[in-house]
């Protein structure tokens, strides 16, 4: 049976180019990546991302009669400010139930804004620290988290017993501590 993987951010960058994305989510913003200023709906968006991948995963699932993976990459260069009622806990239900089921990763990558404490925030939405990424707010640093995602996207691909191996061991380290 086909396994299929979908590796999409928030802001519609692909992670592993070779594999297509089932879905697409919609951008923030638009397609420019971490401009200061401007409002963060993290909380509103991330949960409006998982339920496209939930939703692609049991459209193909059930399309192709084959079990339908999914990594999510959260990825955010600052603090949620603009997501109203949705809350880390209500993205944090649904990011649990995601990873209990076993088919689905969800990753936190964020961008160091010298200010923001990625990890906690991550954390309050359910991510595990094993599946969160900080990165440097320089080219270098940022090449080499986005090729170390595009290399866990790959290496889980190889089937479910792959998937589950990267669900446990995570991404990496970070380029922040």
């Known amino acids: 049976m086909p396994t ?3 590796v999409t951010t928030l802001n519609q960058r692909q992670i592993g180019r070779k594999y297509g994305a089932m879905s697409e989510t919609r951008p923030v913003m638009d397609n420019d990546w971490f401009r200061d200023g401007y409002r963060t ?3 509103r968006e991330a949960r409006h991302a998982l339920r496209v991948s939930e939703a692609s995963a049991r459209k193909y699932a059930k399309l192709y009669r084959a079990d339908a993976l999914t990594i999510t990459v959260i990825m ?3 603090a949620d400010n603009d997501s109203g009622r949705i809350t880390a ?3 944090s239900h649904r990011v649990s ?3 209990e089921s076993g088919q689905h990763i969800v990753v936190g990558c964020g961008v160091s804004d ?5 990890r906690a925030m991550f954390r309050s939405m359910g991510i595990p620290d094993r599946l969160i990424m900080v990165l440097e707010r320089d080219a270098e640093a940022m090449y080499d988290g986005m090729s170390r995602l595009g290399q866990f996207s790959a290496a889980s ?3 479910m ?3 589950s191996l990267s669900m446990t061991m995570g991404v990496g380290p970070s380029s922040v501590p």
Request: glycine residues 12%; without cysteine; neutral net charge.
């Open 97 to 99: 139930k995601m990873l």
């Open 4 to 6: 299929f993987l979908r």
């Open 157 to 159: 691909t190889a089937g």
């Open 114 to 118: 010298g200010q923001t404490d990625f």
């Open 161 to 163: 017993e792959a998937f």
């Open 89 to 91: 806990p209500r993205v």
């Open 41 to 43: 709906p993290l909380f």
């Open 76 to 78: 955010s260069d600052g």
